[in-house]
Every structure is written in structure tokens, then in C-alpha cells.
């Protein structure tokens, strides 16, 4: 299974981006994909996750400024992220769970985001 990340970048706070990923590699079903971030020294996060049924989680600071979709193929998904804080600063790391007898988690290579003041 191949997860391949793109969209970090250095942008100003308020500024946008887009981050994209996509899985290759499996045909098992699957459970859901999303985004975590870390930044060096602290543990990784959940930024959001969206489920094979389309169900959306956003945890508290992506509420209202990012915003995680995916194609229609399912095999595709982006985070949308505006209004970008320095706190933001972190990489960001895409992962896509499939089901085969149990859960299997891959991750993308991640992608850094830096926000300046």
C-alpha cells in the first residue's frame, strides 16, 4: 500500500492551503481516512478523520477552519485548511484505515505546514 501526501508549504497566518493524499495498493474495504499533525517534542494529534460512510469528525481547533472531503472514488482525500494560526505549525501526516480481518493503518510520508506570524 502506497499513501503518498502533498500541499505543505510556509504561508502567513490567514493564509490557506490544501493538503492532499492518496492510497494506492489495496482493494480491502475501507474504514476510514484522515489527517493527525505533530510537531517536533509533542505527540501526534488528530486534526480530522472522515468514515467510509462519510461521517465527519473535526476535533476542536479545526472546527470552523478546516475542512476534510475526499473524491468519489474514495481514494483521494484533502484538508482544506484556512485561516492558518502559527499554531498550526506542525506536520501533518494523512492515514487511510483499511478492514482485513482487522484493522490496518497506513500513513503518508508527511507533509511540513509553517505558519509565520
Known amino acids: 500500500v502506497h499513501v503518498v501526501e502533498s500541499g505543505g508549504g510556509l504561508v502567513q497566518a490567514g493564509d490557506s492551503l490544501r493538503l492532499s493524499c492518496t492510497a494506492s495498493?489495496?482493494?480491502?474495504?475501507?474504514?476510514?481516512m484522515g489527517w493527525y499533525r505533530q510537531d517536533p517534542g509533542k505527540q501526534r494529534e488528530l486534526v480530522a478523520e472522515?468514515?467510509?460512510?462519510?461521517?465527519?469528525n473535526y476535533v476542536d481547533f479545526a472546527k470552523g477552519r478546516f475542512t476534510i472531503s475526499r473524491d468519489g472514488a474514495k481514494y483521494t482525500w484533502y484538508l482544506q485548511m484556512n485561516d492558518l494560526k502559527p499554531d498550526d505549525t506542525a506536520d501533518y501526516y494523512c492515514?487511510?484505515?483499511?478492514?482485513?480481518?482487522?484493522?490496518?493503518?497506513?500513513w503518508g510520508q508527511g507533509t511540513r505546514v509553517t505558519v509565520s506570524a
Open positions: 495498493g489495496s482493494d480491502f474495504s475501507i474504514n476510514s
Open positions: 472522515i468514515t467510509d460512510t462519510g461521517k465527519i
Open positions: 492515514y487511510v484505515e483499511y478492514w482485513h480481518e482487522g484493522p490496518d493503518v497506513y
